[in-house]
Nanobody, 114 residues
Framework: QVQLVESGGGLVQAGGSLRLSCAAS????????MAWYRQAPGKPRELVAS???????DYADSVKGRFTISRDNGKKTVLLQMNSLKPEDTAVYYC????????WGQGTQVTVSS
């Protein structure tokens, strides 16, 4: 069955960096655009970054220039490098396809202290 397993979150001070990883299985990974989403307490889930089949990317304005999404089709992995983190980046981060096709994984908590 489809599995999306996120990891790499943690507690970091403002200005710090984290790298998130998502291990995907159970579907044709290379056929899908993939994305990272996040959900802060009391807020709806939002799209943070996308990477398409051909490797092109786009980002939410709030993270542009600070976050970088990448993918490894051989390893069926999506990465999110997060630099210059801000307290407002605090959220649970999830990966899924660009259209949120599959059930959500457990996510990984990112907490940025000021």
């Amino acid at each position: 069955q489809v599995q999306l397993v996120e990891s790499g979150g943690g507690l970091v001070q403002a200005g710090g960096s984290l790298r998130l990883s998502c291990a995907a299985s159970g579907f044709g990974f290379s056929l899908y655009g993939m994305a990272w989403y996040r959900q802060a307490p009391g807020k709806p889930r939002e799209l943070v970054a996308s990477i398409y089949r051909g490797g092109s990317t786009d980002y939410a304005d709030s993270v542009k220039g600070r976050f970088t999404i990448s993918r490894d089709n051989g390893k069926k992995t999506v990465l999110l490098q997060m630099n210059s983190l801000k307290p407002e980046d605090t959220a649970v981060y999830y990966c899924n396809t660009r259209g949120a096709t599959f059930p959500w994984g457990q996510g990984t908590q990112v907490t940025v202290s000021s």
